[in-house]
């Protein structure tokens, strides 16, 4: 059983690719949100604090905002400031309030937050949200009195918890690194694939760094629509096969009872590649561990993050691997190797051991929020997986020419590079970090 969850953890971290399962459903979407173009770096952000549900973008997203949703983004940012543990100030006194839809209102309800903590606010809620530029007008009108339309209200607490997070010098640090010659800088971020609102908001110097960067590297670009097509193409059986030729007839018994557990379609799930159908199970078993979907926890993944950033930066990405390679590896592994990763999934499901996913993660989250490059490395390196082909395709040459492309960089580009992978590819025996100090660069810690 130790060896299944390792196997499961070990996929979980290094496969990317189970982005790809989340990518095409949310392309799809039919609705057109209703937000106006100044704002959608700003929602983008928003999205990952967890503080409104992504369903008000199509539901009067720019008109008058209801009290009751005003209540909810006002509780829930609350509940973010109150998670930095800041010192409480003796001496609070709330501004007065109406608890109405009013713009100055809401902004008289959000300085009520951070006042009752020991920081200078002073005692003017308007002087104090727009000196900090978090309320912003236009013809020097702040319009106070006007209604607020929930993009306005939501605008609004976004930039509030993202000032307060950096005026206090905190917000989630990442397992990072810095390597440079002497003219190119390189910064290398440490992922988690899949993620929650407590991740967020990011420590500003890791943002800074982000946004001072010429490029942003990944292992493949989820956004890719050329890459996500040839994904679906290879992950399906397109000819008269099915699973159930691919597998054998115990292995096809264990997938019906998860079938059965999930409600989920057998005529659906034959047609699926064992590779395909062990990264789909693997999101699914995660489904409700966080108190969120799989898919939600796919968006909330540091990767998505900041290729989301880049692209509405205009930001060039540039893959280390791509998706077309990273689907290649699935496709090149042996069908035994496959059946057994599928296996080692669904025995996770259908006898799930004590040390649960759930409880690994949290550490994960934990280390990864402090800054822990230590006790992240300690958690990872406890639960690797044991040697196998599977393991093999994860690491190894994976990680060595991974690291190849990023000493070409340094050897032939000038200029600042964000590099963003699993974390697992910086902590392995002979990781990323590896190659590049094997090759005679220091990699230093980033914090």
Do not use: C
């Not at 952000?45 to 905002?65: A, D, L, T």
């Not at 690797?384 to 190894?396: C, R, W, Y």
């Not at 992978?421 to 230093?444: D, M, P, Q, T």
Request: charged share 25%; hydrophobic share 40%; net charge negative.
């Amino acid at each position: 059983m130790k060896r299944i969850y390792k196997q499961m953890i070990a996929a979980m971290l290094g496969m990317l690719l189970m982005l790809s399962t989340v990518v095409p459903t949310i392309q799809a979407e039919t609705s057109t949100p209703d937000i106006s173009g100044w704002a959608i770096e700003t929602l983008n952000e928003g999205e990952k604090y967890g503080i409104f549900p992504i369903q008000w973008y199509y539901e009067g997203f720019r008109s008058e905002v209801s009290i009751e949703r005003v209540n909810e983004l006002i509780d829930l940012t609350e509940q973010k400031i109150a998670a930095l543990q800041l010192q409480e100030n003796k001496e609070y006194k709330p501004v007065s309030v109406k608890k109405d839809t009013t713009r100055g209102d809401i902004v008289n309800r959000l300085y009520n937050i951070v006042a009752r903590y020991d920081l200078p606010v002073g005692n003017d809620a308007v002087a104090y949200m727009t000196e900090r530029n978090i309320l912003r007008g236009s013809s020097n009108r702040l319009e106070l009195e006007k209604k607020a339309t929930t993009q306005h209200a939501v605008v609004l607490a976004v930039r509030f918890i993202k000032d307060t997070y950096e005026q206090v010098g905190q917000g989630s640090k990442g397992v990072a690194w810095v390597v440079k010659d002497d003219d190119t800088l390189v910064y290398l971020l440490g992922s988690i694939h899949i993620g929650t609102p407590d991740l967020y908001p990011f420590n500003e110097k890791l943002l800074t760094a982000f946004d001072e960067s010429d490029a942003l590297l990944v292992e493949a670009n989820m956004l890719d629509q050329e890459g996500l097509e040839y994904f679906a193409k290879k992950a399906m059986y397109v000819d008269k096969t099915t699973l159930q030729d691919a597998v054998s007839a115990e292995t096809y018994a264990k997938i019906k009872k998860v079938a059965e557990l999930y409600k989920l379609p057998m005529d659906q799930l034959v047609m699926q590649k064992p590779w395909m159908l062990s990264n789909v199970l693997s999101l699914l078993a995660m489904d409700d561990s966080f108190g969120m979907t799989a898919e939600e926890m796919s968006m909330h993944g540091i990767d998505m993050y900041f290729l989301l950033n880049a692209m509405l930066q205009e930001k060039p990405v540039i893959e280390l691997e791509g998706i077309k390679a990273q689907v290649d590896m699935f496709e090149s592994l042996s069908p035994e190797a496959q059946e057994q990763s599928l296996v080692d999934v669904i025995d996770s499901i259908l006898e799930p051991s004590a040390e649960n996913e759930y409880d690994l993660m949290q550490d994960w989250f934990s280390s990864w929020k402090k800054g822990d490059i230590v006790a992240f490395a300690e958690s990872f390196q406890e639960m690797e997986g044991e040697a196998s082909e599977f393991n093999e395709m994860l690491f190894g040459l994976r990680d060595e020419q991974m690291a190849q492309k990023i000493i070409s960089l340094l050897k032939d580009k000038e200029g600042t590079y964000f590099v963003v992978v699993g974390a697992g590819h910086f902590l392995i025996e002979k990781s990323i970090r590896y190659h590049l100090e094997k090759n005679g660069y220091n990699v230093a810690p980033f914090y």
